[in-house]
T-cell receptor
């Protein structure tokens, strides 16, 4: 069974540019989460999809971040325009369904904004 | 909201010794506590978890204990090996949803 995959693995962009991160969850997993780890600090929750619907987006920093999950499969996280403080590692995780507690993480996308 | 603290931030042990990492949480509604291991450049891997209806869980050399009254849980690794060297994160959640992570513990196992 393939694990959670994320693309790209690294992205270096200039301040003011746009970047789109992609996450493919484990096939059949309804729950998809985005997290971010900034500058070696704790991993912080961004948002949670159940299938194609946003269940909780309370962790999104501001309106420069937009997440989508088309058709309830893969998800994208767009940052527009990027700021220096957006640099960090963005993780995606998925879990099977309601009542499934275990979350499986992707390898992360390291975003550097210069 | 939930707040998770984790100690120590770094831990060095000799190969074969035991390692203990401790976490505290603030929200009494939290009922699921996973531990993740992240090796350099790799994804966080779930190594063990515990639910609030259980006080202790063990899997080979790894064990987790939970004290709901005191709101703390701990990871115990016995007979440590060099491949146990990694950053370990604890987390707390309600029903397996949005995890709140501790800041991580960098464990170094010295040969």
């Amino acid at each position: 069974e393939a694990g959670v995959t994320q693309f790209p693995s690294h992205s270096v962009i200039e301040k003011g540019q746009t970047v789109t991160l992609r996450c493919d969850p484990i096939s059949g997993h309804d729950n998809l989460y985005w997290y971010r780890r900034v500058m070696g600090k704790e991993i912080k929750f961004l948002l949670h999809f159940v299938k194609e619907s946003k269940q909780d987006e309370s962790g999104m920093p501001n309106n420069r971040f937009l997440a989508e999950r088309t058709g309830g499969t893969y998800s994208t996280l767009k940052v527009q325009p990027a700021e220096l403080e957006d640099s960090g590692v963005y993780f995606c995780a998925s879990s099977l369904a309601a009542g499934s507690y275990e979350q499986y993480f992707g390898p992360g996308t390291r975003l550097t904004v210069t | 909201g939930e707040n998770v603290e984790q100690h120590p931030s770094t831990l060095s042990v000799q190969e074969g010794d035991s390692a203990v990492i401790k976490c505290t949480y603030s929200d009494s509604a939290s009922n699921y506590f996973p531990w993740y291991k992240q090796e350099l450049g790799k994804r966080p891997q779930l190594i063990i978890d515990i639910r609030s209806n259980v006080g202790e869980k063990k899997d080979q050399r790894i064990a987790v204990t939970l004290n709901k009254t005191a709101k703390h849980f701990s990871l115990h690794i016995t007979e440590t090996q060099p491949e146990d060297s990694a950053v370990y994160f604890c987390a707390a959640s309600t029903y397996g949803q949005n995890f709140v992570f501790g800041p991580g513990t960098r464990l170094s196992v010295l040969p």
